[in-house]
C-alpha cells in the first residue's frame, strides 16, 4: 500500500517545552509530544516535519508540519483523534491529505511571526509567559519607522545569535509592521526564512529605540554593523509566535485565522516575492 502524507497545523504554548525539536535528553518537546499523539493514531511510529523550529519557550498559533503513513484515516481522526492523546498545551487544528509534492519546510515561501509585548506598570499573571512584559512607555511610531531599515534583502549578522548554524545571513524580509492593540504592542513581520533568535533580536532594538533609549536611525547602524555584539539585548522569548508559513497555492497546504487568538485580526500589508 503506498504512503499518504498529511499536512497538520499545530498550535501550542511552547513555556513548559524545550523548544520544538524533538532531543536525545530526556526532556519535553513539542515534536515529541506530537509524534507519540500521531503513533497512537497511526498505529505505527510516526516521523514529522515542521515549517519552521522553534525555540525554548516560543509558541505558535499555526506551525505546519507533514508524515507519511499508509494509516487510512478520515482527517479528523488526525485533529480531534490525535488531541485526546496530546497534553492540553498543544493541539492539532486543521488536517488535510496533500501531495507528495508537499514538503513542510523546503514548499514554504515565506513564515511569519508575531512578538507580543505587554506594556503595563505591572507585571501580568494573566498570559504570563505568553507575552513579554515591559513597564517603559513605548512609542509606536518610532518603532515603526525603525523597522522599515529592515525590509529587503540584508545581512542581518547584526541579529543572529552566536551559535546560529545558518550557512548564510542574507535574508528576505517582506513586510515588518508594529502595531498597538490596547496594552499590546505587536511586531508583525514576514520573510523567507529567519535566523536563529532574529526576531528576538529584532525586537530588543525596537523596544530600545520605542522607549526613547536610542534614536531610530539606531536600527541602521546596528544593522550596517554586521556585528552582533552591536545589536544590544536579545528580548525573552515568551511573546515570540510563529503564526504562518505560505505555501504555493497549488499544494492546497491547510490555513488558518491569523492568530494568536487573543489578539485582534489584522490585514497584512501586500508585498511582492522576490524573483
Known amino acids: 500500500m503506498s504512503k499518504q502524507k498529511v499536512a497538520l497545523v499545530v498550535e501550542y504554548n511552547g513555556a513548559a517545552y524545550k523548544g520544538w525539536q524533538a532531543q536525545k535528553y530526556d526532556v519535553a518537546t513539542v515534536q515529541e509530544s506530537l ?17 519552521g523550529r ?32 496530546l497534553p492540553s498545551d498543544i493541539s492539532v487544528v486543521a488536517a488535510k491529505n496533500v501531495g507528495e509534492d508537499f514538503h513542510a519546510r523546503f514548499s514554504a515561501v515565506s513564515r ?10 505591572f507585571r501580568p499573571a494573566i498570559l504570563a509567559k505568553q507575552v513579554t512584559w515591559t513597564y517603559k512607555n513605548l512609542d509606536v511610531e518610532r518603532m515603526q519607522r525603525a523597522c522599515e531599515y529592515f525590509k529587503g534583502t540584508h545581512d542581518f549578522t547584526s541579529f543572529r545569535a552566536v551559535g546560529c548554524q545558518a550557512k548564510s545571513p542574507v535574508r528576505t524580509i517582506l513586510n515588518f509592521s508594529v502595531d498597538r492593540f490596547g496594552q499590546y504592542i505587536v511586531l508583525d513581520v514576514r520573510a523567507n526564512a529567519f535566523l536563529h533568535h532574529m526576531i528576538r533580536n529584532f525586537a530588543g532594538v525596537l523596544m530600545t529605540i520605542g522607549a526613547g533609549e536610542q ?13 552582533r555584539t552591536q545589536g544590544g539585548i536579545t528580548a525573552p522569548p515568551f511573546g515570540l509566535y510563529f503564526v504562518d508559513a505560505e505555501y504555493p497555492s497549488e499544494l492546497e497546504a ?4 491569523l492568530g494568536p487568538h487573543f489578539l485582534p485580526y489584522k490585514q497584512e500589508a501586500e508585498y511582492v516575492l522576490p524573483s
Open 35 to 51: 509524534e507519540h499523539a500521531l503513533t497512537k493514531i497511526a498505529n505505527h511510529p510516526v516521523n514529522v516535519i515542521c515549517a
Open 112 to 121: 511569519r511571526y508575531r512578538y507580543v509585548i505587554y506594556q503595563s506598570e
Open 254 to 257: 491547510p490555513t488558518v485565522a
Open 215 to 227: 534614536p531610530v536611525e539606531w536600527a541602521k547602524t546596528v544593522l550596517d554593523a554586521k556585528d
Open 54 to 85: 522553534t525555540d525554548a519557550g516560543v509558541h505558535a498559533s499555526a506551525q505546519v508540519v507533514h508524515f507519511e503513513t499508509d494509516a487510512v484515516r478520515p482527517e479528523r481522526a488526525w485533529t480531534l483523534g490525535v488531541n485526546t492523546h
